[in-house]
């Protein structure tokens, strides 16, 4: 259960990076399914080339915000819809990544990595990839929540908001959109360089169904955490993405195969989207009290069961 908290709080990063185009900008990006293992085939080539772990991961963010910033250009300026220019950047960097690593797959067993360069310092701990997740996650968060309390950062908000609204006050969405894809990427791309370092490897596969598991955290953590503030907002993202990997360490244990795991998935999108339907159905068969009664008995001319006679005098007059 450890390693699935360790991986919600890794994939946590991930989530605050859909938060911000899912909630705040209200845009639907399938560039993170392709800037995920952007950011681990960059860091991973890095560091196999003698690059400092620590670069690595700030030149994958780089790259991560590159890639937005394509998807945003090829909304704003070339007038493709925002799904669409997602997926063609999505497909583009399939073969960008294959490049970059020069093969399916590079392995970082025998690598300096974060989390070996800790390890030679002192801190060797069975929660090392905890607390370096938990950190990051964190300052991610912090910074997310500044950000968008700065003037930039409501300007994109009120551009995920309100557009018309804002762009009468001079500012420019296109812009915003921009901002807001290239640093949403640039955050998935950090995730995938600091789990590639995690696991050991980057994949020219590892990418696959990356938005929906964003989606799953942002939507559950949402659904728990009213996102009434941005605080509460990326704060519900963070645990979403826990809770997520919970719930799949918690199938693989009820017996599900990991083959299953798309399905499972869908299902807590699915439980998750419906939620709040379902719970105000319930609350709308909810039997009604005796005063709501006694009321629509009133207003129908019925006098109430129970009532005296002398009441039912004074009713009828």
């Known amino acids: 259960m450890g390693g699935s908290i360790e991986q919600g709080l890794a994939y946590g990063v991930l989530a605050l990076g859909v938060y911000l185009t899912f909630r ?28 400092s772990p620590v670069t690595a991961v700030a030149v994958a963010f780089l790259a991560g915000a590159a890639a937005g910033a394509v998807t945003g250009f090829m909304h704003t300026k070339m007038r493709i819809a925002g799904l669409l220019a997602s997926i063609l950047t999505m497909t583009a960097l399939y073969s960008v990544n294959l490049r970059i690593m020069g093969r399916p797959n ?15 310092r002192g801190f060797d701990h069975p929660l090392q990839a905890l607390v370096v997740f938990g950190v990051l996650a964190l300052l991610v968060k912090l910074s997310i929540d500044w950000f968008l309390s700065t003037h930039l950062g409501l300007a994109v908000r009120a551009t995920g908001d309100n557009p018309v ?14 901002l807001g894809l290239a640093f949403s990427n640039g955050l998935v791309a950090l995730a995938g360089a600091m789990i590639a370092q995690y696991q050991g490897y980057a994949d020219v596969g590892m990418g696959l169904g990356t938005i929906i598991t964003g989606l799953a955290s942002v939507i559950l953590g949402n659904a728990l955490i ?26 693989l244990s009820a017996g599900f195969a990991p083959t299953d795991l798309r399905i499972v998935t869908a299902g807590i999108v699915v439980l998750a989207l419906a939620g709040p339907a379902i ?13 709501e009664l006694d009321a629509i008995a009133r207003a129908s001319g019925v006098v109430p069961l129970g009532a005296r006679p002398e009441q039912a005098g004074k009713e009828g007059m």
């Open 106 to 120: 590079v392995p970082l067993l025998r690598q300096p990595t974060i989390f070996t360069m800790l390890a030679e």
């Open 24 to 51: 705040v900008l209200q845009f639907a990006d399938l560039t993170v399914d392709g800037t995920f293992p952007l950011g681990a085939a960059v860091a991973a080539v890095l560091i196999v080339g003698g690059t």
């Open 279 to 291: 719970k105000e159905r319930l609350a709308g068969r909810k039997a009604p009290t005796d005063e």
């Open 226 to 251: 009213k996102p009434a503030t941005v605080f509460r907002g990326t704060l519900g993202a963070l645990l979403g993405a826990v809770l997520y990997r919970l719930a799949i360490y918690f199938a």
């Open 165 to 178: 609204m804002i762009r009468s006050l001079g500012v420019n969405t296109d812009s915003m959109i921009i």
